[in-house]
């Protein structure tokens, strides 16, 4: 079926097709060649005044025809889809993720999104500011800015440490840890002997050698901080606590507790060393009681991943863990129980410190990034990035001001608390560092000492003036 639309004049005979109106003007052949088809196809028009008139024909199109009807049928404009359209079909099933990164403002407990500032407390600063401005321009509206004392590009410098003293060949093998006291560094090595150093003279000289401390090498190292007591744990699972009488180190007491090659893992010491704290392979956390017997006196449960990483505060409040499935967990020494499973890193954690005021936690590892967690509120309150491979060691200062960190990519660098960022970094060797320590502090400057896979201990010093 087809259907035809032809406009007629108000009055008067309908108007022809001009396709008819051509066969009429043609030659006489032509027209008596056609005129039955004009016959046979000529549309019965109705019409109707001043409407124009409606002509349907039933029938097919004779061939001559459908050629033209194909091309009208082409030159009809198409539907063509919006530009609108194509982005709803493509962005179809991508749209903006749920925020889950959410925590609780540690100052005003409001919700807020992680790592940004409080809405909330910063309105709320807002508006004091703007009260005051208003109170000191005379009720005009006014709001003073409040002064805030800039500092200028060139006054941002970068703290200057230069290398003081290198003690090549200190080990056979890889130092693993550093373990430090007011007037001695001790080292362990893959080999079986605990090293200590003096560190009162600019030379560093060797000043006592454990042999045959641990048979098959030692991974970690724990001193207390009055200097007195240090531990020591080796790859056979073995634990030894040693005391210093007038700088000279003897073994105290050994650690049994049926621990196998590889159960006991990191460790370490309270300030006075009465207690020793240990991460094993399965996850939990023992403490054993120095001073009465060696004995176990409390073991803290986690969610069953290797531990990597542990810390006691210096008040000997808390006991924090890094584990291998990225949990870090922190306990109360008093009750025993959980106080904090922190979130943030999804990697291993491979080292994890306390702040000396215990406020803060810093914990790094697989993912490359220092994390900073208030200890009070279980929140991250900042990242440290910077570093391009794995972080196995992280030390404070002793003011708290500095982090110390060393990486497997052979790196060790210096990080400002207050300005979130990294101060100096320094590269001894592009291998890999699996310990660094501060020096106690005992002038002016600071000093701090790296070690590992090259098998020697460096010393740097902050530069006079820096």
């Not at 002064?147 to 003293?165: A, G, W």
């Not at 373990?179 to 150093?197: L, M, N």
């Not at 279980?378 to 200062?397: P, T």
């Amino acid at each position: 079926m087809a259907l035809r639309l032809a406009l007629s004049p108000i009055i008067g005979s309908p108007l022809r097709h001009p396709v008819y109106s051509q066969l009429h003007t043609s030659s006489a052949l032509y027209t008596h060649s056609y005129s039955h088809l004009y016959t046979q196809y000529a549309p019965r028009v109705v019409s109707f005044g001043i409407l124009p008139s409606v002509v349907l024909r039933l029938g097919a199109l004779p061939s001559f025809l459908s050629d033209l009807w194909d091309a009208l049928l082409r030159a009809v404009p198409k539907k063509k889809t919006s530009h609108r359209k194509k982005r709803q079909r493509f962005l179809a099933g991508k749209a903006l993720k749920d925020v889950t990164s959410l925590n609780k403002c540690s100052a005003c407990g409001n919700v807020k999104r992680a790592h940004l500032l409080c809405p909330y407390c910063v309105q709320e600063i807002h508006d004091m500011w703007k009260t005051r401005g208003e109170e000191d321009g005379n009720g005009e509206g006014i709001v003073e800015e409040p002064k805030v004392e800039t500092t200028k590009p060139d006054d941002i410098m970068s703290k200057q440490y230069l290398t003081t003293h290198t003690i090549d060949n200190a080990h056979i093998t890889d130092i693993f840890s550093l373990a430090v006291t007011p007037h001695q560094i001790i080292s362990g090595s893959g080999s079986s002997d605990i090293r200590i150093y003096s560190t009162s003279e600019p030379d560093f000289p060797l000043a006592q050698t454990l042999d045959a401390a641990h048979k098959l090498g030692v991974h970690h190292l724990a001193a207390s901080r009055d200097g007195l007591h240090f531990a020591s744990t080796g790859f056979a699972g073995d634990v030894k606590l040693w005391r210093s009488e007038e700088g000279h180190w003897t073994k105290e007491e050994d650690i049994v507790d049926g621990n196998k090659a590889g159960e006991i893992w990191a460790i370490a010491l309270s300030a006075e060393g009465q207690y020793l704290a240990a991460t094993s392979v399965d996850g939990r956390i023992n403490v054993w009681d120095n001073m009465g017997g060696c004995k176990k006196i409390r073991e803290f449960e986690t969610k069953g991943s290797f531990g990597m990483a542990i810390d006691l505060s210096a008040d000997g409040r808390y006991t924090a863990s890094g584990h291998e499935n990225g949990g870090i967990y922190i306990f109360r020494n008093d009750t025993g129980r959980l106080l904090h499973s922190l979130p943030g890193l999804i990697k291993t954690v491979r080292a994890v410190a306390f702040s000396p005021a215990g406020k803060l936690l810093a914990a790094a590892g697989d993912a490359r990034v220092i994390a900073l967690y208030d200890v009070a509120a279980g929140e991250q309150v900042a990242n440290l990035s910077g570093h391009g491979a794995w972080i196995f060691s992280l030390d404070w200062s002793d003011t708290g001001e500095f982090l110390l960190s060393g990486a497997y990519d052979g790196k060790a660098k210096v990080w400002s608390i207050e300005r979130r960022e990294c101060v100096a970094t320094h590269t001894e060797t592009d291998k890999t560092l699996w310990s660094v320590k501060w020096l106690p502090k005992t002038g002016r400057n600071e000093a701090f000492a790296t070690a590992g896979a090259n098998r020697s201990i460096s010393f740097y010093r902050e530069a006079t003036g820096g």
